[in-house]
Structures are given as C-alpha cells and as structure tokens.
C-alpha cells in the first residue's frame, strides 16, 4: 500500500546529479518538497515529465517549494538528461530502489516499467498529495494544484 496523506515522508539520502549526497532531512522543517518517481531518463513519457516541471519551475520556486525527481538511472545519466533538456531540479539516483521502496511506490503496466507516482510533501514533512498516473502530462499539474492548496491553508 503506498504512502497516503497525512502520513510522514520516508527519511532518505541519494546522490544527485552531480554527485553529491542529498538528505530528504535537509528540506524538512524549511520547504515543501515535490519529489516525482519517474521509469526511465530520456525516455518519451519521462521527458515531456521532466519537461513539464522544467517549464513550471519558477512557480514552484515562488511557492517555496523544491522539486526532485527519482528513477534508478545513474548518476551520470542524470546528469547527461539534466544538461540535454536544461533540467534545473534536483534527479538523485535510486539504483538499489531503496527509496521507491520505502514510498511503496508499485510497478505500473503490466508490472513491467517502474511507477510513475509524485508525492507533495509539506515544509513539516507530511505527504499533502499521493498521485499515480502513468499519464506523464498530468504530474505536474497535480502537484502545482497542490501546493496552492497548501499555501492557502
């Protein structure tokens, strides 16, 4: 069953990127986080994803919030996606899926492709949004909705 609102984030630690570790701790307690668990770096559906975050960054800047997208791609590869399609977020590298685990995040089509699930989690570290689609282009639309929502309580 995966995480459901109102429950807390799942602490975790992942290198990004850039090769450097990221702490999900280091949000907790200063900003919102978006984290999407994407299948696959530079593939169709995960690029117009990607993209669709890229396009709406600066939104969620304004609204305080950091975005972070997961897949079990490579550092490198991360880093190779990131400077293709000028990605601005943060892509940390879950090669042993530890983190998708501990999000219960399931396999999706046919149990062949690893989920695509975004969480929006709040400055406290409580999940305020869970959804699941393998539909690419609406992830980010849900998540801006969300943290909106949030600024508004």
């Given amino acids: 069953m995966a995480l459901k609102i109102g429950d807390r984030v799942p602490e975790f630690s992942l290198k990004d990127q850039h090769g450097k570790l990221f702490s999900s701790d280091s949000l907790v307690g200063i900003k919102p986080m978006v984290i999407f668990f994407y299948p696959k770096d530079d593939t169709p559906g995960c690029t117009k994803e990607a993209c669709s975050f890229r396009d709406s960054y600066e939104e969620f ?29 943060i892509l940390l590298s879950d090669q042993n899926k530890k983190v998708r685990k501990s999000f219960k995040v399931d396999k999706n089509l046919f149990n062949l492709l690893p989920g695509r699930e975004t969480y929006v989690i709040d400055k406290k570290g409580k999940v305020m949004m869970v959804f699941n689609s393998i539909s690419a282009s609406k992830h980010m639309v849900k998540a801006l909705e969300a943290l909106k929502e949030i600024e508004r309580i």
């Fill in 61 to 89: 800047k304004e609204l305080g919030a950091e975005v972070i997208g997961i897949s079990s791609d490579s550092e490198r590869s991360h880093q190779k996606f990131a400077e293709k399609y000028n990605l601005p977020f």
